[in-house]
């Protein structure tokens, strides 16, 4: 089987694992002492041109929801897409972490949520007790349905949510491929455009079990760290997780596997232009292929169907690692198919 | 002024005080251990035609979230109207007492839930860990719009809800006026058509601070005592709470009151049929009245704007004392405005 | 029976069931906007002398766990004694409503907790994410065993307390006995002593369902309002909260009623001196009684053994109308025993 | 610096690292569906000879929380040791992933329960909403004290937790320390002895970031599954996680690591025998030093003090990797000091 399941079915990038086994001897200090962790905020701060604070953690399921626990009340409400890894992806975790926020829901092709929109859904609710408060807007980006925001785009949101007094918390999961794919830099697409919290994805693009919380202002960072800990996300050899994170950003792998994983998608893409459900903007392809098409991929091409069940749709994925040959094949199979 | 803005407003209708002040006497030993608690099992199961468990709480938000909590487990979610109260005017209390679960919004107008749109959203939901899991269905009878369930749609929902292995909870708040409207039995509109749990109201239509949870299956009681205590509705001198509710029924005033409320408000809605922006079936009326009938009314009269700020909509309430003048004076102007 | 087992097994005091009769006809705005929910903070400032905000709900348990959510977060513990009421009766409320904070037990006499007691059990507590933190100490005023805090207690506890950045809370289920048995003023046992928040018993000194959460730093009120709503606490038809509230204040029954129980609890207490295991400051009165004469008092008698099973100790309580021919029959049996 | 904070300061054992390398390559199906991960079963299964049931974690923490709320209903409660990890150093895990279950206390010399003291303390509940109840025991071994529990002394504490239908949970960080310093089997220390369900502890003794949750009882798993992906502690490169805990059970290092770390210990004890304030079982050694010697020892070693402030007790913790001249030079001190 040749797999695009998703971006976390590839293996870890040899550069982290060798930064791994260079730190690998000798004491360090637990739960965060070690230089390793320590060293985090700077090399974050490097990347992102700016003084953040920067926390590991083991999932993305973890930073998200620790992220917005720090800033949404459990009387308050977190708006999001319809279609977010945050509300369909998670199991509850945001909110398990925040003690039952809500996550209150915006639809918008792509995966996106437009200014709009968002303003229509906030019309909703009121300034009493009878109602949850809205207290945070989390977008994705790249999104689930691989769609990019632009820098206006962003801004455009983040005025309308700070205008409420909202936080803006952004899932960046696949952080890199968004900004490769626009060829703008990591700060233009965070914190310049309006972005308080960031949850910084490098394991499925060449890490192993550590993600980032980054914090774009060091003096909002509340509770964070008690509730990391509370919630069994505070590692105790903690030098495996930073450094994780510091090589991904440091030896520049973290814009090399990206890269990749777009052009591989972007292939994928092209072969069969006319029957794509969205544009392909990032490593996620989306089709429209139907019952037909998809029992016919599925001898050969690992994938997951999409949408409602029986919609016909179905989602390809490249990671860092993909083989050239297996998107040969796929784009083979789909001109012939389309 | 003259209020149509809730019937929460309202009085409490005398035969209960008098019921109230007639116990009010000698020792009861307390959280339910006394007669008139012992008794509610009894009284409700005679009104209903069946065996049930029956538990005062304090509030219609404590009924709601405890009847679901008791069913729906953290990663559970609780599939319900967009409009309904449990998701608008409880301030994420389900989400409070279930410990995190999720409510998922279904769309359709008069707030109320159809079979298909039901059907619709559940394909959203996989069996695997990812996402919560579908476990109960809350409608509420009468809807926030004043609609009624028939036993027939109620039935329909409550076999798809089944046939997933959810239950199926009504927010009875305003249940006495669903009853009353479709001159059908409270068995028929509950457990006979597959309602498992009732928030069963009596505040707004009559009560003072009491409301009943009714397990239509004795043998689901689950946890639901403990949870009660915990969130602080166990009230010690029971017999206040358990006297207004025997007394609801057993006096008739249920009847007699939701009668009343729901012929006044058909007398608003005969008013201005043109401008009535839903049904009347109940004891509320909503119409699209624009912003300047909206403003001349406010002179006179107490009423919600509804929806979203500047919808233009406005929602006039009906309870069991609401002085018949005061509806004259609002169907009089109503047909000025009309 | 002749019931001494608690004083909430009593009636309603008839000058509060007057009360409510007297308002009970027209409209009056839901959810705390009539005007006896909004005369609550003034009537209160005044028997405080101070500026106060004060919150019904429906339950002591309620009371202290939203007084007590509103102060410490979830990774905070409350300093609170072994036998409280918040460990040991209300089924884990408190960890509820504040999502999952630890309660810290300190052990002491009377249940009572001194000064010296409370500075060794905070030595335990580290300023790491490793433990939770000291947020709030809870005292018990007249303690679970009937005992009293002094003006000068409090403030030594106090002390230890803000100086470690804690708040001070008072479970005051039974406040007014404290007050009366020390002739001091309300105000000398609460916030010139140091409590920042107290639980203003009402129910079990006459009341039928309403308890008060006083707030002595009227700033310092945080997110109560919504925790309450959100908890179903919030009562809709609020005039029959407050005009418990401010009847007990405004007629004196709470001090006529407390000095009633507690002059009958000293009667009980001198009829059998000797066999005390606390002294008998208030309305509660424990005697070790060993399994015989526990025996042979509950042929008549209603009251309940106390402390672990077979510790053959028991607890007598008296209310505001315990009947004298019940305590004459109670000291009778027991010079009897003795 | 010579370091003796804890075995969780230790590099990763190059037998794991090695592992992870060799299975770095190629797609492996995400969330626990590639092959290492749906080994577990088998390998736990083989060690513990019986049928089990394996998820992986990130941390202790989450180890012993997700067990602990498998089978802890909010409203019940864990007994466990006051000085017990779960109390003391987790910032309230338990509590935040129960939803609010509270964490009973017992004492006894060396962090170890006794089964009288066991008994005591439940007999402070009782079986009625008002408190809380006993579900679930949480016994550690190795404890954090550095004793063990004999399978017999183990077996008395089920008897008395089964028979009060509370489960037997055991926080295993240490579980390799305690086996090999008995020379019993794994199975004879746990299911045999009556335990329920394990955190099985690979981290300290050599692992990276991954501990496993052991089932004893394949048919209870429950709901796990769900609150350990809501927890975010789901990975989705599952293959790193699950080969750390198949190669320390397969290699044999779980036995040769624990061994050397005991033997450490041991010749640390040994060095000083006056000054161990309780007996030295495993890798952990606790003196009583007073200020004076902690001050000394601190200038060239790492350890933490132990107890409240100014206890004058201290730790030394050997790991699998503790250099041998850094024990020789404690031990060297100690006996000067001694």
Redesign the interface.
Same mark, same amino acid.
């Given at each position: 089987m040749r797999?695009f399941? +998703?971006d976390? /079915? *590839? $293996?870890?990038c040899?550069e982290i694992?060798a930064a791994?086994?260079t730190a690998?001897?000798?004491?360090?200090?637990?739960?965060g002492a070690d230089r390793w962790s320590e060293a985090l905020d700077a090399v974050f701060g490097k990347f992102f041109e700016t003084e953040v604070r920067v926390f590991a953690? +083991?999932?993305? /399921? *973890? $930073?998200n929801?620790?992220a917005l626990a720090t800033f949404c009340?459990?009387?308050g409400?977190v708006l999001c897409h319809a279609e977010s890894h945050v509300e369909?992806?998670?199991?509850?975790?945001p909110?398990?972490f925040?003690?039952?926020?809500?996550?209150s829901?915006v639809s918008g092709t792509g995966a996106k949520i437009r200014a709009e929109e968002l303003r229509?859904r906030l019309?909703?609710f009121e300034p009493h007790?009878?109602?949850?408060?809205p207290r945070a807007l989390s977008i994705t980006q790249s999104t689930e349905r691989g769609a990019v925001y632009t820098a206006a785009e962003i801004r455009a949101l983040a005025d309308i949510a700070h205008g409420r007094g909202m936080i803006v918390h952004m899932d960046g999961a696949r952080f890199a491929n968004a900004v490769v794919a626009q060829d703008v830099s990591p700060a233009e697409l965070s914190w310049k455009a309006g972005v308080d919290v960031l949850s910084f994805g490098v394991?499925?693009n060449g890490g192993?079990?550590a993600e980032a919380v980054v914090f774009f202002d060091p003096t909002r960072v509340g509770?964070f760290?008690?509730?990391?800990?509370?919630?069994?996300?505070?590692?105790?050899?903690g030098r495996?997780?930073a450094l994780q994170l510091t090589t991904y950003l440091e030896s520049g792998i973290w814009r090399r596997n990206a890269e990749r994983a777009n052009r591989l998608a972007a292939r994928i893409a092209a072969a069969a232009p006319g029957l794509l459900s969205v544009p392909a903007e990032t490593n996620q392809v989306f089709m429209q292929l139907g019952a037909q098409r998809i029992a016919a991929l599925s001898r050969e091409f690992?994938f997951y169907p999409w949408g409602?069940?029986?919609s016909g749709e179905a989602r390809f994925v490249c990671s860092w690692d993909t083989p050239d040959e297996d998107v040969d094949a796929l784009c083979a199979q789909l001109r012939t198919l389309a």
């Open positions: 797999y399941k +998703s976390n /079915t *590839a $293996a870890v040899p694992l791994l086994a690998n001897h000798g004491t360090a200090l637990a739960y953690v +083991s999932s993305g /399921t *973890a $930073a929801s620790l009340p459990p009387w409400t369909r992806d998670e199991c509850g975790a909110e398990f925040t003690g039952g926020a809500k996550l829901l229509a019309d909703w007790v009878h109602g949850v408060q394991i499925k192993m079990n509770d760290e008690f509730r990391r800990k509370r919630a069994g996300q505070l590692a105790c050899k495996y997780a690992g409602p069940t029986g």
